[in-house]
Structures are given as C-alpha cells and as structure tokens.
T-cell receptor, first 115, second 113 residues
Framework: EPEVTQTPSHQVTQMGQEVILRCVPISNHLYFYWYRQILGQKVEFLVSFYNNEISEKSEIFDDQFSVERPDGSNFTLKIRSTKLEDSAMYFC?????????????FGPGTRLTVL | GNSVTQMEGPVTLSEEAFLTINCTYTATGYPSLFWYVQYPGEGLQLLLKATKADDKGSNKGFEATYRKETTSFHLEKGSVQVSDSAVYFCALRKTGSARQLTFGSGTQLTVLP
C-alpha cells in the first residue's frame, strides 16, 4: 500500500541553525501539506502546496519557514534559523485532490528538538 | 475561527468495554468531520469521516454521527480490543477553498487485556 515517508525520524539541532525536513508523498498525489504538533498540544496546520506554489498558509508559517518540491518526488520544509519553540513533531501529508472525497495521507512524522 | 474540542485523556479501558470519546466543534458553514488514529510510531490514519449533518461514519467497529444541532462528532465503539490502543484525533475541514484540517488535541486510549 502506498505511504508517505519522512526523514529523518528525529532531528536534533542547535538554536539558530537551519534544518530541512524531508517528505516523499504518495506518487500520484498533487497536494502536499505540513502540520506540526508541539508536545502536549494540538496538531496545527502550517502550509499547503499545489502546482509548485503555496496555496494556503497559517500564521505560524512565517518568513523563517519555506517549502519546496525540488524534484518529482520530495517535498521539503526548511526552517531557516531554528528557535526553541520550533521543537515539535512535524507531519507531512499528501492528497490526490482537495474535494471532500480526497483523504489526506500522513507520514509518521519527524521529531525536531531544538537545543 | 474554527476549533475542535476533544475529551481529554488518557482513557484506560478493559478489553470489550464500551468506548466513547467526545468531540465538539466550532465552525462557520458546514464542515466535514473526521476521526484520525495514530498507532505508536506511525502517522495519522483516517479512521472515519462524515461530510454532512446526520451522516454516520463507520470503520473497524468505530462509529461517529455528525450532529449539527449539538455541533458534535463523538467516537464510539461497542467492544474495544487491545489493538485499539492508540491516540485518536478529531478534526474538521471547512468547505470552500480552504483544505486545511483543524485538529483536536488527541485522546490517548489504552486497552488492557
């Protein structure tokens, strides 16, 4: 069964460093998403991406964040200068479309720890 | 704005017990409602969904009914199994152009043999 994969499973970084979280969405999907969950809090939407551009973003997704689909398979989230409060589990998701019948499939997440 | 309030956990039940996890929402218009489940070490998986009022979503013995009058989407299962131990998330997606999911805080369920 096709699945969304994410690497690494756990990333530890120093405050101020850049990190890139990687995702491989399901191959025939067209819409891609990033969500995050700070420990003990809700899963929060960050950004959605379609046709090589951002289609929606939340208030969390400020200038420190960027997304890219550098090739036909990867979808990345870059955090330019990490802060302590960026420590969270980051989930990638993809869907074939955006209608009510198109499920978002989630990856297992990358746990980011900023020291 | 949109929000989802979910019963706080953790919830611990014995095998074959009845499960209810409460979920209420706030949204304008007519959102679609979802329950996602996360097993240890895995991603969020869609468990069931309902796209309009009075719809009942069901899967793997779990059920939830979209109640517009009470703005609720409670998850139920008549007889839980140890394998149901996981974190359960209620979520909504508003209609229109926005496709982002808004999640509740998740409820950890542990089923003991």
């Amino acid at each position: 069964e096709p699945e969304v994969t994410q690497t690494p499973s756990h990333q530890v970084t120093q405050m101020g460093q850049e990190v890139i979280l990687r995702c491989v969405p399901i191959s025939n999907h067209l819409y891609f998403y990033w969500y995050r969950q700070i420990l003990g809090q809700k899963v929060e939407f960050l950004v959605s991406f379609y046709n090589n551009e951002i289609s929606e973003k939340s208030e969390i997704f400020d200038d420190q964040f960027s997304v890219e689909r550098p090739d036909g398979s990867n979808f990345t989230l870059k955090i330019r200068s990490t802060k302590l409060e960026d420590s969270a589990m980051y989930f990638c998701a993809s869907s074939a479309g955006t209608s009510g019948y198109n499920e978002q499939f989630f990856g297992p997440g990358t746990r980011l720890t900023v020291l | 704005g949109n929000s989802v309030t979910q019963m706080e956990g953790p919830v611990t039940l014995s095998e074959e017990a009845f499960l209810t996890i409460n979920c209420t929402y706030t949204a304008t218009g007519y959102p679609s409602l979802f329950w996602y489940v996360q097993y240890p070490g895995e991603g969020l998986q869609l468990l069931l969904k309902a796209t309009k009022a009075d719809d009942k979503g069901s899967n793997k013995g779990f059920e939830a009914t979209y109640r517009k009058e009470t703005t609720s989407f409670h998850l139920e299962k008549g007889s839980v199994q140890v394998s149901d131990s996981a974190v359960y998330f209620c979520a909504l997606r508003k209609t229109g152009s926005a496709r982002q999911l808004t999640f509740g805080s998740g409820t950890q369920l542990t089923v003991l043999p």
